[in-house]
Nanobody
């Protein structure tokens, strides 16, 4: 059974940085897309960034501040978050998409204080 485990969330002041990690455990076939999403209180879950063999994609709100990367050998995706703002406060979820399945992590809280 595949499970995704996120780490790296926490409390940081505005302007600070955090690095999120998400690793898949269990046997997982070729991962087509790895991504990060977030959900703030009272809001819908939204895309933050995705990465495929063809490149990366970012939400406009995080372009230039966040960087997504992956280590295929470790089935791990990272999200480097710099210049954090209070509006980045949310629960961050990772997502791995294969040909047949869609896996989600349990979420990690990121809180940015002003």
């Amino acid at each position: 059974q595949v499970q995704l485990a996120e780490s790296g969330g926490g409390l940081v002041q505005a302007g600070g940085s955090l690095r999120l990690s998400c690793t898949a455990s269990g046997i997982i076939s070729s991962i087509n897309v790895m991504g990060w999403y977030r959900q703030a209180p009272g809001k819908q879950r939204e895309l933050v960034a995705t990465i495929t063999s063809g490149g990366t994609n970012y939400a406009d709100s995080v372009k230039g501040r966040f960087t997504i990367s992956r280590d295929n050998a470790k089935n791990t995706v990272y999200l480097q978050m710099n210049s954090l703002k209070p509006e980045d406060t949310a629960v961050y979820y990772c997502r791995f998409t294969t040909r047949a399945y869609d896996y989600w992590g349990q979420g990690t809280q990121v809180t940015v204080s002003s």
